[in-house]
């Protein structure tokens, strides 16, 4: 079964971006996309995925809130925040629910950490 | 793939990421006298370089990027040289 | 200069350079008993040397250090790494409190407390009873820890140092993370360790792969703040400690405030050299600038004439000074040979004696930087083709030890880099050979080589392939690849043999790399550059001394008849025929060889830029020069056209 990554980022461009560096990486994998939190919320009541990319700029709620909620309802899902400026309350709060962050811009090269890291845990899961 | 197996020796090549390190430390519990030429590496991961230091294979070649050669392999080399003997 | 001084100086810089190579040994192996006797004579007299002098706190500092060594002879404490660093940083200090009795005969104010400090390194290496593993996670102790095993990067420190020890998180992989890339984003190393995380590494069955077991401890010249930045993403893992550096010291009280020592990233002053080139092919505008002038106003374009000259004086100076800052000397670059010359032929159950002269020589950087992968390759070349195994030696009479020695020396703008090794020498008749089978050369080419030519043929691509190349010196490459990096470098290869004594490779290559004098020649209709670096000279004779010979042209040049080719037809141009013919004499293989231009231009000093897209591939090309008036000057490679 393929992995499933859900994108959240109220920029369309910004996904499509997110999502080359992804295709470049893990051709195989699939993707989701939610242009905001709450679509993100309501596409997880149908879909599960596997992994998490989200913007930490958005507008009504921030990516930290969102990774968040979503560490509830899926406490094993590597999450990344990606943000071009971290600062050190946000690194606080992100190492809380455990995410992981993405330099913005996303290109293969900062995102291929945190996939590896990712794809290494669901191959230990299933040894 | 980033880790090739060639005879007796192991080559690693290129952006060496973290799933190497499964690869490699099979094949050097497989034949744990076989030598690692680092000559082709771009990027190591720690956790492909963790299982170099941890097994001290004979290292051959010098890699193309200036940090690693510097601050890891040199030292690497080093290590293995005093290592082997003081153990 | 007092007698007793100058010999000093000759003598205590000799015991110095024997110690360190003995300690190269002793870094290789500590136990060698060989090496051990060897640097304890070597540190013995350097110490009665001192003793003559008003040089306390070196003789102090040796009498400590040739304790441990003499310790070590008896047998009654191993050295260990961390013993033979700190020998390493007694032996630098004694070396500069050398050039310090040069300079003002005298040592340092504060050498006293230099002394103190690297002898209490001395006494703590643990040579008593040496335990099995430190105990690396008591707080302090790592700091102690690091200070020994990184003695001589903080004896070589000029400002303060951040220590770090960061122990990432067993699970790091998991969530993405790298230790080793987050240490390599932390500006301004000078030394990295990595170390297990309890005290000694798992064995191979009690590895698990995704598991990070290492602790990364490491010495940068960055401040604190900017360390600690690198590691924002892992605030819980890491610990720094401010290292004050032993040489700040001495900088400070030798510089009384004024010319301090500066420590300046090398891409900066790459950036200035890209920018001198700039500004010399901006200059070198005002020639048509001034030929425009003349037709309308003669007394103006002499004004510019002038007024170019002194530009161009001014930016001389400064490419003199900024050439001068980027000289480094050579021996950083080398120090990997000896002990890579000792395990390539140890692993080929040779023995061999590698002595390198002259590496004190200054060059530019990037000669420097460029030098090490030619010589590498031929070194173990040498290792592995070049000399033969002991028992071929013993059969012929010679040491059973090889004999392989580096060698550097300078001559005007050129520095010559000559490896000579005393084995079987290379055969050129085996060589012609080989060429032959290998489809690089037809058997008529191969037979009308000169001995000399032939040997060159072994720098062609191709000439090595997977069947002659070993273990040790193939690697996938043969000896064109130190034909290509030397030729990077505008440089060239000379090989000399003889069977049964030996081979010699020189390169020859510039010292100052950053602007090249360039011939303008005509040809046709056409201008081209020629560096005159590859030029021997240029001459003018006349037509009728133009001999046809076999299918060319031949012409004499001081008794000796040299073959003539027209550059018009390499280039696939018109030439012009005149009385005279304009002669480039150049070397190609190993042979003089003249190339007939039309018409001899201009010489400047310029920026030539290495061919790239299309005429990369071009034969005879090296690159392009940008002229004043914008054109562009391609710079043709005469002995690639000429051979």
């Not at chain 1, 996939?115 to 669901?122: C, N, P, W």
């Not at chain 3, 500006?187 to 990595?194: E, G, N, Q």
């Not at chain 3, 360039?518 to 046709?524: D, H, K, Q, S, T």
């Not at chain 3, 000796?560 to 141009?573: E, M, S």
């Amino acid at each position: 079964m393929p992995v499933t990554v859900l994108i959240v980022d109220d920029s369309k461009l910004a996904r499509i971006v997110a999502g080359k560096a992804l295709a470049e990486l893990q051709p195989h994998w699939e993707k989701i996309e939610a242009g905001s939190a709450a679509q993100a919320l309501e596409l997880i009541n149908h879909q599960s995925p596997d992994v998490a990319l989200i913007d930490f700029n958005m507008a009504e709620k921030d990516g930290l809130e969102l990774a968040n909620e979503l560490r509830v309802l899926l406490p094993d899902m590597p999450i990344a925040i990606i943000t071009a400026n971290i600062q050190d309350e946000i690194i606080t709060r992100a190492r809380e629910i455990g995410a992981a962050f993405v330099a913005k811009p996303v290109t293969p090269d900062t995102l291929e950490p945190f996939l590896s890291g990712a794809a290494l845990r669901f191959r230990s899961k299933n040894t | 793939m980033s880790v090739r197996i060639d005879g007796r020796t192991i080559l690693l090549e290129g952006r060496c990421s973290v799933e190497d390190a499964e690869t490699l430390l099979l094949a050097l519990q497989e034949q744990p006298d076989a030598s690692v030429s680092v000559e082709k590496v771009q990027k190591i991961h720690m956790a492909v370089l963790q299982i170099l230091l941890a097994l001290k294979p004979e290292i051959m070649g010098a890699d193309a990027s200036l940090f690693l050669s510097q601050n890891i392999f040199r030292s690497l080399i080093w290590n293995s040289d005093t290592g082997a003997k003081s153990f | 200069m007092d007698e007793l001084l100058e010999q000093f100086l000759i003598e205590g810089r000799e015991l110095v350079a024997q110690g360190g190579n003995d300690l190269a040994a002793l870094a290789h192996d500590p136990q060698d008993a060989a090496a051990i006797d060897s640097a304890f004579r070597a540190f013995h007299t350097l110490k009665g040397s001192v003793a003559l002098f008003a040089m306390q706190p070196a003789e102090r500092l040796l009498h400590a250090a040739e304790d441990i060594l003499e310790r070590a002879r008896k047998g009654a404490n191993p050295l260990d790494g961390d013993a033979v660093t700190a020998l390493l940083a007694c032996l630098d200090q004694t070396d500069r409190w050398i050039d310090d009795m040069e300079r003002q005969g005298a040592l340092p104010g504060d050498a006293q407390g230099v002394s103190e400090r690297i002898a209490a390194l001395l006494t703590a290496t643990p040579c008593e009873d040496t335990p099995a593993a430190p105990t690396p996670d008591d707080p302090a102790d790592w700091i102690a820890t690091l200070m020994v095993r990184e003695a001589s990067a903080i004896a070589q420190a000029n400002a303060p140092l951040t220590a770090f020890r960061y122990t990432p998180d067993p699970a790091c992989f998991f969530r993405g993370e790298d230790p080793l890339s987050v240490v390599e984003a932390v500006p301004d190393m000078v030394a990295l360790a990595i170390l297990p995380v309890d005290g000694a590494w798992p064995a191979s069955k009690a590895i698990e792969a995704f598991s990070c077991f290492s602790i990364l401890e490491g010495l940068s010249a960055a401040s604190l703040d900017v360390v600690r930045a690198a590691f924002r993403l892992q605030p819980d893992q890491v610990q720094f400690a401010p290292i004050a550096p032993v040489e700040a010291v001495r900088q400070a009280s030798e510089s009384h405030g004024e010319s301090r020592m500066l420590r300046v990233d090398s891409a900066r002053l790459d950036a200035m050299a890209d920018g001198l080139g700039d500004l010399i092919v901006a200059i070198n505008s005002l020639t048509p600038l001034a030929d425009t002038a003349q037709q309308q106003d003669r007394a103006l374009a002499l004004t510019i004439r002038s007024v170019q000259a002194s530009i161009e004086r001014a930016a001389g100076k400064l490419h003199r000074d900024l050439s001068a800052v980027r000289m480094v000397p050579l021996a950083p670059a080398l120090r990997r040979l000896p002990r890579i010359a000792r395990e390539t032929a140890d692993s080929l159950g040779k023995a061999v004696t590698l002595t390198i002269t002259g590496e004190t020589l200054e060059v530019d950087k990037q000669i420097a930087d460029g030098l090490f992968e030619p010589l590498l390759h031929l070194l173990r070349n040498a290792i592995d083709h070049g000399l033969e195994t002991p028992d071929q030696r013993r059969a012929v009479g010679k040491d059973r030890d090889g004999s392989i020695s580096l060698s550097f020396q300078r001559s005007g703008d050129t520095v010559i880099a000559t490896l000579s090794d005393d084995g079987a020498g290379i055969d050129p008749h085996r060589v012609r050979q080989t060429a032959i089978a290998r489809g690089l050369i037809t058997q008529e080419a191969a037979a009308a080589l000169s001995d000399a030519a032939a040997l060159r043929l072994i720098l062609l691509p191709g000439f090595s392939t997977a069947a002659t190349l070993t273990e040790v010196s193939g690697r996938g490459v043969g000896m064109d690849a130190v034909q290509a990096a030397v030729a990077r470098l505008r440089g060239t290869v000379e090989i000399e043999s003889i069977i049964g004594k030996g081979t010699r490779f020189s390169l020859h290559l510039p010292a100052n790399a950053l602007t090249t004098r360039l011939l303008v020649v005509e040809v046709g209709p056409e201008r081209y550059g020629v560096s005159l670096d590859q030029v021997l000279e240029t001459v003018r004779v006349d037509r009728a001394a133009l001999m046809p010979v076999g299918g060319g042209l031949a012409c004499v040049l001081r008794d000796r008849t040299i073959p003539l080719l027209d550059l018009a037809a390499l280039l696939h141009l018109r030439g012009v025929e005149g009385p005279y013919a304009k002669l480039l004499i150049t070397q190609s293989s190993g042979e003089r060889v003249a190339l007939r231009v039309d018409g001899f231009g201009e010489r400047i000093d310029t920026v030539v830029r290495p061919a790239t897209g299309v005429l990369a591939s071009a034969r005879g090309v090296i690159g392009s020069a940008l002229l004043g008036d914008g054109s562009v000057l391609l710079v043709l490679d005469l002995p690639e056209l000429a051979s």
